[in-house]
């Protein structure tokens, strides 16, 4: 954690608080209708990421032009991401791969660990989301993934949207579907995976993909089978 004047350079020039004021400043932004105002921010917290910013926590005065009342404006910045839904079908069932990841990767901020999809954070906003995804599952499933049978389900979004979701300022959701054996199944459930060197110690689970959205708590993984379900259920996956 930066703290003090450093601190406060190194926020404003990252391109996390970059991309936050230009989301306010442009197109739909809320700042630029001129119906509020922007006086102050107040820079809280920021985490590294060796060299760049990879957390950004501040406080925006902002306030209502025509009431003069303070709009609520804490914000917790985070870079962009991707998450990949990986569905196997094997006789007649389809799966979902999922990781479940511990020791000093555990998911701290909920107090317990969960299953989630395989995602990864991108190094900035021009980053590979495509490289990233593959890299990410690789290194946590020992999957590699076909980038021909790859489908990027937030680009069925409408434009309006940017085509991505929060709570990253850019998750992109990839899918991958394919055939494989009982066998295949059978060595994924349970696989030991993750980059030691980095502290990561991931296992592998395989569920069916009909009770995935029970079994988790995991937001990428709920927000997937949406975005899934209704491109499926408009004809846009690729047969």
Same mark, same amino acid.
Request: glycine share 8%.
């Given at each position: 954690m930066?703290?003090g004047?450093?601190?406060c @350079?190194i926020?404003? +020039? %990252?391109t996390?608080?970059?991309q936050?004021? &230009?989301?306010m400043?442009t197109? *739909?932004?809320i700042?630029?209708n001129?119906t #509020? %105002?922007l @006086?102050? #921010?107040l820079?809280q917290?920021?985490d590294?990421f060796?060299?760049?910013v990879?957390?950004l &926590?501040f406080? =925006?005065? #902002?306030? $209502?032009?025509e009431?003069? &009342? !303070?709009? *609520?404006?804490?914000?917790?910045a @985070?870079?962009?991401?991707? =998450?990949?839904?990986?569905?196997? /079908?094997?006789?007649?069932?389809?799966?979902? #791969?999922l990781?479940?990841?511990?020791?000093?990767?555990?998911r701290? *901020?909920?107090g !317990?660990?969960?299953l /989630?999809? *395989?995602?990864?954070?991108l190094d $900035?906003n021009?980053?590979?989301?495509v490289?990233t995804a593959? @890299? +990410?599952?690789? /290194?946590e499933?020992g999957?590699?993934?076909?980038?021909d $049978?790859?489908?990027d389900?937030? =680009?069925?979004? $409408?434009p309006?949207?940017?085509?991505?979701v929060?709570?990253?300022p850019?998750?992109?959701?990839?899918?991958?579907q394919?055939?494989?054996? !009982?066998e295949?199944i059978?060595q994924?459930?349970g !696989?030991?995976?993750?980059l030691r060197?980095?502290?990561?110690?991931?296992?592998?689970?395989?569920?069916?993909?009909?009770?995935l959205w029970?079994?988790?708590?995991d937001? &990428? =993984?709920?927000?997937?089978?949406?975005l899934?379900?209704?491109?499926?259920?408009?004809?846009?996956?690729?047969l």
């Amino acid at each position: 954690m930066v703290f003090g004047s450093l601190c406060c @350079r190194i926020a404003i +020039e %990252s391109t996390l608080f970059q991309q936050w004021l &230009k989301n306010m400043q442009t197109g *739909p932004g809320i700042l630029a209708n001129g119906t #509020v %105002s922007l @006086r102050q #921010v107040l820079i809280q917290g920021v985490d590294m990421f060796g060299k760049r910013v990879g957390f950004l &926590k501040f406080k =925006a005065d #902002v306030h $209502d032009r025509e009431t003069g &009342k !303070k709009v *609520p404006g804490i914000v917790f910045a @985070r870079g962009p991401a991707v =998450a990949v839904l990986i569905l196997l /079908e094997s006789e007649g069932e389809t799966y979902a #791969v999922l990781t479940e990841q511990f020791i000093n990767k555990a998911r701290v *901020p909920v107090g !317990k660990l969960i299953l /989630e999809l *395989p995602a990864g954070m991108l190094d $900035d906003n021009k980053g590979d989301v495509v490289g990233t995804a593959v @890299r +990410e599952v690789e /290194e946590e499933t020992g999957i590699h993934l076909n980038l021909d $049978d790859m489908v990027d389900l937030t =680009a069925f979004l $409408d434009p309006s949207t940017g085509c991505r979701v929060f709570p990253s300022p850019i998750l992109s959701y990839k899918f991958d579907q394919r055939n494989v054996s !009982k066998e295949v199944i059978t060595q994924l459930q349970g !696989k030991q995976m993750g980059l030691r060197e980095h502290g990561e110690l991931i296992k592998v689970h395989v569920a069916p993909y009909e009770n995935l959205w029970r079994m988790t708590a995991d937001a &990428k =993984a709920l927000m997937a089978i949406a975005l899934f379900e209704m491109a499926k259920k408009e004809s846009l996956l690729p047969l």
